[in-house]
């Protein structure tokens, strides 16, 4: 079985890091055969590319605003637009940007092109105030990322089994 973990987000934005820095803790951890891990960013359509590369699972981590206490971490199965079912002014509407930063826009493009797996899930952590700026996350948030990392290794031990010391790989 071939994972996809993919952390993403805005390292200028608080809150917005919290992707990136879990996917970052993840990059020291050992993960099982087949899991791949990736630190995007806000390269939106470098998802889509990596997922071009055919996985069976995709794992995205951001920050997500569900208003929930913050630092509240989420495991979310997103239900991904079908754009083949929509008009041609929606569809505009919602690929309009080429930057594609949203996870949810990636992942429409993705299944648009055959390339989105048919298991996705999200983590995503429930952030302090979504218009914040700066280099350092809430303490709510930042004491989330432990939180997630343990959920993303017990999601993945449920697929594949906990690591190993021979099919042990990360990016």
Known sequence: M????????????????????????????PLP???????????????????QEGWDVLVVIDAVDHG???????LI???????SKLSVTERGDLL??????TPERSMMLARALGVLPPTVLMVGCQIEDP????????????????????EIQRYLATLVGPPDSVGVQST
Do not use: K
């Open 68 to 74: 929930r206490p913050p630092g509240t971490v989420m």
């Open 131 to 150: 218009d914040a700026v700066g280099q350092e996350m809430t303490p709510a948030v930042t004491a989330a990322v432990d939180v997630a990392v343990e």
């Open 2 to 29: 071939r994972i996809l973990v993919a952390g993403v987000g805005n390292v200028l934005r608080a809150d917005d890091a919290f992707g990136v820095e879990v996917a970052r803790r993840m990059a020291d951890l």
């Open 96 to 101: 309009a940007d080429m930057h594609l930063a």
């Open 77 to 83: 199965e997103p239900d991904v637009v079908d754009v």
């Open 33 to 51: 055969a087949g899991v791949h891990l990736v630190e995007l960013g806000i390269a939106g359509i470098a998802l889509v590319q990596e997922l």
